[in-house]
């Protein structure tokens, strides 16, 4: 939880002074090569099965197209606002897991909690307009950021290979890295002169921490709990992410976001009470 909470921040930061694509990639490079030597040192090997290499690809191409969207769409607005629209993951992924994993159905209270997440999605979009003249951008690849993160979750369950998390997160990163290479190679392929204390800083925390054991924890997560519930890990870092850019970054708190990110919570919660008691239901009934 602590990781998700600080990621946001650390993503912003790591962009000071130098480019997106540069600190993205530079990051998952740094995160490849860990990976591959914490998988050495546990005695671990890249499988080659058709299982495997679907596993690496689904999971390579969500960290490639979600992280890029993340950070592009950083630049636009407040990191706190990072984690409150990834928030919208355990809704998104829910609508995915029902028609693609045969997951249960919406109904009752969780829709309310569907319906909620939509205004509060809908309430921050608004704010953004208010707030500066390019957050809506942000917002928007947020979104999509989302959307793709959800795709690449379900499509990772579906497959429904039991690998290792760090091991997944190798074979993915093995799959994204040369992306990310290529796409700052496409837009230039700068290297910065300077890299300021608090961008390196930022780039090995993300590397090291952020993605190795913040996927290596979410692959071990999804290995044992249906993807709607692996989504729900993000309930409280958007509390969390936004005090922490209030209190780090001096970030504003608009009366729109907090308004949103309160019906995004509240829509979260609901659709995790809807969850329980659809599960306390079944087991009366077999009873």
């Known amino acids: 939880m602590l990781i998700w909470s600080t990621t946001p921040l650390s993503i912003q930061w790591s962009a000071t002074k130098v480019d997106f694509l540069f600190g993205v990639t530079s990051r998952m490079v740094i995160g490849l090569v860990i990976a591959l030597l914490l998988m050495r040192f546990m005695g671990l090997s890249l499988h080659t099965h058709r299982k495997a290499l679907l596993t690496y690809m689904a999971a390579g191409l969500g960290i490639f197209g979600a992280m890029i969207c993340v950070y592009w769409g950083a630049q636009y607005i407040p990191s706190g606002w990072i984690s409150?629209?990834?928030?919208?993951?355990?809704?998104?992924?829910g609508l995915m897991a029902r028609r693609y994993l045969g997951e249960r159905a919406l109904s009752g209270i969780r829709l309310v909690g569907v319906f909620l997440g939509i205004a509060g999605l809908v309430v921050v979009f608004w704010g953004s307009l208010h707030f500066?003249?390019?957050?809506?951008?942000?917002v928007v690849a947020l979104m999509v950021s989302v959307t793709l993160h959800s795709i690449s979750t379900v499509w990772t369950k579906a497959i429904g290979w039991q690998g290792h998390g760090v091991e997944i997160t190798a074979g993915a990163l093995v799959v994204a890295v040369p992306l990310y290479l290529t796409a700052w190679w496409l837009s230039g392929?700068?290297?910065?002169?300077?890299?300021?204390?608090?961008a390196a800083l930022a780039i090995l925390y993300l590397?090291?921490?952020?993605?190795v054991l913040g996927?290596?924890?979410?692959?071990?997560?999804l290995r044992h709990v249906d993807a709607t519930r692996v989504a729900l890990?993000?309930?409280?870092?958007?509390?969390?992410?936004?005090?922490?850019g209030r209190w780090l970054n001096d970030e504003k708190l608009t009366w729109m976001v907090?308004?949103?990110?309160?019906?995004i919570l509240s829509g979260l919660v609901l659709y995790e009470l809807g969850e329980r008691r659809k599960?306390?239901?079944a087991l009366s009934r077999r009873h």
Not at 132 to 138: I, P, R
Not at 258 to 263: E, F, Q, S
């Open 84 to 93: 409150v629209l990834f928030g919208l993951t355990p809704i998104m992924t």
């Open 207 to 211: 590397g090291s921490v952020a993605t």
């Open 258 to 263: 907090i308004a949103g990110t309160l019906l």
């Open 189 to 198: 392929g700068h290297w910065p002169e300077v890299i300021p204390l608090k």
């Open 279 to 281: 599960k306390t239901n």
């Open 215 to 221: 996927f290596g924890a979410f692959y071990y997560v």
């Open 132 to 138: 500066s003249s390019h957050a809506w951008l942000g």
């Open 233 to 244: 890990l993000t309930l409280v870092t958007p509390i969390i992410a936004l005090w922490l």
